[in-house]
């Protein structure tokens, strides 16, 4: 039975990291909230949805499996990373790779405050000021410190082809991949500052993008932009050299 | 081999989650920062670890047990829930504590944000006034969506005796009375005011609280006093009612 995955349909997102998974692994999915109206897709059905689903979950991403109903990002990737190989067999070298997706899941929880540092219930242009001041502190040291942290642990690893955990690529592979290019996307000048310094992450980031079935998904239209309404957002009053 | 739990020595902050799974599980550990200094104890000895260890954590808190070194909160009690049955046994059972947790998690990241809503690196005093504004959206949004919908989830699971996720309490559960705890302390007003909403998790946190285990932690010199260095802080110009 093919996986459903229900997310916001204009948007990357959180979603973006449960799709770049099910791509790689090659699984069957129905991106449920993208079909039609007429065919439960649309941001409405999926609100109306979450009401009706057993165990309640918080928030999407939402992926239902067998008529198991798994939500959080982080969880639904352990799930998925165990079934397709995208994750170490072995218990411990699951909660590595468990555990590193959880502090890519903290950048992504800052990146998102970046634009939204008071609250997710004002727009943007309510708290501008304090976007500029949370967007400063982000760049200057929290960009450096998560980014310097992946960095060390690739050249830990060593030779090339070596993921984050292991030899294989991994799904914290595919997410370090997707925060890398969504930082890129939202922080050109900051990241082009700080390249020098990202040479096994973006060397991780290349081989990614070029893995088969990812180039794939990357060139299709199962592909959202990157836009300013998901985490990622290119403001450029919040960009600047690192 | 006794656990090694390294996190900083005079807050409860998100240590204290792990703290309570190894107390109710009646495993032996060591918080190791609280040792005298002589005996590798103190805020330094645990920043000169953090670079000594492999692989590499971000930040604490930190399992060591058998020489696996654990990272992120969640992480962390997703191994030890398995190995100290404070989760279900089955695969799906399990991703639903982890599931639970990490919505948990998400509390507290905004619960530390109603006074650092800025950047971590800068003082209270120099975030203040958007933390009058974070922490306003805090108390009106986003306790009520948060406490509603575990109150919904323990409404649901019907009879008192019923945790979260199962008829045994699981770590989600301490985890949920260790939130509604912090939030009592650091916005006593508003968890006053959202009390009569909040029946059947009151009556949760209750039940956790007489735990024998939990009970003696609690009266322990072991439990660290909640106080305005960790990340539920009562500063009273940030509460109100809801």
């Given at each position: 039975m093919a996986y459903e995955l229900h997310y916001w349909p204009s948007i990357q997102g959180r979603g973006e990291f449960v799709r770049l998974a099910l791509e790689e692994a090659g699984a069957e999915y129905v991106d449920v909230a993208r079909r039609p109206l007429a065919d439960g897709g649309g941001a409405r059905n999926l609100a109306q949805l979450m009401d009706e689903l057993a165990p309640a979950p918080f928030a999407p991403p939402i992926l239902v499996a067998d008529g198991v109903v798994l939500a959080q990002t982080a969880n639904i990737l352990l799930f998925l990373g165990h079934r397709h190989d995208l994750a170490p067999r072995d218990e411990i070298g699951r909660l590595l790779v468990n555990q590193l997706q959880l502090t890519i899941a903290d950048v992504v929880d800052e990146a998102h405050n970046t634009h939204h540092p008071l609250s997710s219930g004002l727009y943007y242009e309510d708290q501008k000021d304090a976007a500029k001041a949370y967007a400063e502190h982000f760049r200057k040291e929290r960009i450096p410190k998560y980014l310097g942290y992946f960095e060390r642990i690739l050249k830990g690893n060593g030779?090339?082809?070596?993921?984050l955990a292991s030899e294989a690529l991994t799904y914290a592979d595919l997410s370090l991949f997707q925060v890398v290019r969504g930082l890129q996307y939202a922080f050109p000048i900051a990241m082009e500052s700080m390249a020098p310094k990202l040479e096994a992450t973006l060397a991780l980031v290349e081989r990614v993008a070029q893995q088969p079935r990812i180039a794939a998904y990357l060139a299709s239209e199962r592909r959202i932009p990157f836009n300013e309404e998901g985490v990622f957002r290119h403001y450029p009053e919040l960009d600047g050299e690192i």
């Open positions: 030779e090339s082809g070596a993921g």
